[in-house]
């Protein structure tokens, strides 16, 4: 008997969409997203994705079980991808990569994995931060917090408190930080500040997981992995959870996975029967289409290549919107640089709720509710009547 069950609330982004769809206005925006659109305003599919797809059918594979770790290939080449090919910690076999359902899987597993194996009670995330990752961490056991981030007039992150709040936390506390392009804010530490960051880590005997889920959308494919390499260079033991769902545009073929860097190639195997352990409990074994189209494009260095190029077009299409955005702002006589401090899709605009309401009801640009823009919903077409409705809202 089920009649004592009350519904889920809605999820507020995908509720919003619905509203979206039914706005007859032709002006209106979805810029609520989280997925990277084209100038044409369409999410695209990659050019590499499919010329992969083309070689996979001509090959005509069956579909059998992958290993629970996922496809061998796929793992060695999305490592190579996160940590680089020449990493030390890579040679060595210190790391060990399996491939999950999309980078939400890789956080479940870490979570998991930390609260099973690793004896981890507490995990903090940022405040704010992506809404999944309260839920996932809590579905798994853990306590959750949150730490100081954002200062509190939005314009940056507030480095003094963000310190002190990880210097406050037990030792074996998981701290979930964004690797790049972090969402929803667009605030990243600068190089120096992630020295100081990791420092704080390894001294306070905390375990990093880093979510990486835009590598190449921030300042480059290189240099936003940034944090993960640093830590893996100091050899700190962490976890990192990674994503194919943007850089690829394979968002539901769900190809994500989850490395875990450990101090010698004997811990890493020991690590990595563990988490077959895990997945053969939780699914078995992951989906072969998404990973097969990724070791595909990755293990062919020309198409490896082209796909570098298609993600460099789309970090400089959100790259130029954000400019856009700016300018646009100091055309109405506001100053947007927001957009041009922050990175990765998405920006906080610092506008209230109540002001998102009114956004999207007097001008039908769609955000969500706690200020959050998806940059890579503009476009040359919108971005000036965006810009104009951002600014008669800022002087409402
Ligand atoms: N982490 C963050 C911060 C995200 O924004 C997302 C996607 N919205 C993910 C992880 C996971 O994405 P996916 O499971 O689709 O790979």
Not at 10 to 21: R, S, T, W
Not at 74 to 87: E, I, N, R, T
Not at 278 to 300: F, M, W
Request: charged share 25%; with cysteine.
């Amino acid at each position: 008997d089920f009649a004592a069950l009350a519904p889920m609330p809605d999820d507020p982004i995908l509720g919003l969409v619905e509203l979206f769809k039914k706005d007859p206005r032709e002006t209106k925006v979805n810029l609520g997203v989280g997925v990277y659109l084209n100038e044409a305003g369409f999410l695209p599919l990659m050019e590499c994705v499919e010329e992969a797809e083309r070689r996979l059918l001509e090959r005509h594979l069956p579909r059998g079980y992958m290993p629970m770790s996922g496809m061998p290939q796929y793992c060695a080449s999305v490592q190579k991808l996160v940590f680089g090919k020449d990493h030390a910690a890579v040679k060595a076999g210190r790391i060990s990569t399996i491939q999950t359902l999309g980078g939400t899987g890789a956080l479940q597993l870490a979570a998991a994995f930390a609260h099973q194996f690793l004896g981890v009670n507490q995990g903090v995330v940022s405040d704010p931060t992506w809404g999944n990752h309260i839920a996932i961490l809590k579905a798994d056991g853990l306590e959750v917090g949150k730490y100081a981030y954002l200062k509190a007039d939005r314009s940056g992150i507030d480095f003094e408190a963000f310190k002190a709040a990880l210097n406050a936390l037990p030792a074996k506390t998981l701290v979930l930080l964004h690797g790049c392009c972090h969402n929803p804010t667009g605030f990243d530490f600068s190089h120096d500040e992630w020295r100081e960051v990791v420092k704080i880590l390894v001294e306070r005997d905390l375990l990093p997981l880093i979510d990486m889920a835009y590598q190449g959308f921030g300042a480059g494919l290189e240099e936003d992995a940034f944090a993960i390499r640093l830590l893996a260079d100091e050899g700190v033991t962490f976890l990192a959870a990674t994503s194919c769902s943007k850089n690829f545009g394979l968002y539901g073929e769900r190809v994500g996975a989850l490395h875990i860097v450990c101090d010698n190639e004997k811990e890493a195997q020991v690590v990595t029967s563990i988490m077959k352990r895990i997945v053969r409990q939780e699914y078995s074994n992951p989906p072969t289409h998404g990973g097969q189209i990724v070791a595909e494009v990755l293990g062919d260095p020309e198409l490896q290549a082209s796909w570098r190029k298609e993600v460099e077009g789309m970090r400089s299409r959100i790259v130029g919107m954000r400019e856009a955005l700016y300018a646009a702002g100091k055309a109405e006589g506001l100053d947007f640089s927001f957009a041009v401090k922050q990175h990765g899709m998405f920006s906080f605009t610092g506008l209230s709720a109540e002001e998102m309401d009114l956004l999207r009801e007097k001008y039908g640009v769609y955000g969500v509710r706690n200020g959050r823009i998806c940059i890579a919903g503009l476009n040359h077409r919108n971005v000036e009547y965006v810009a104009k409705s951002l600014a008669a809202v800022f002087k409402a």
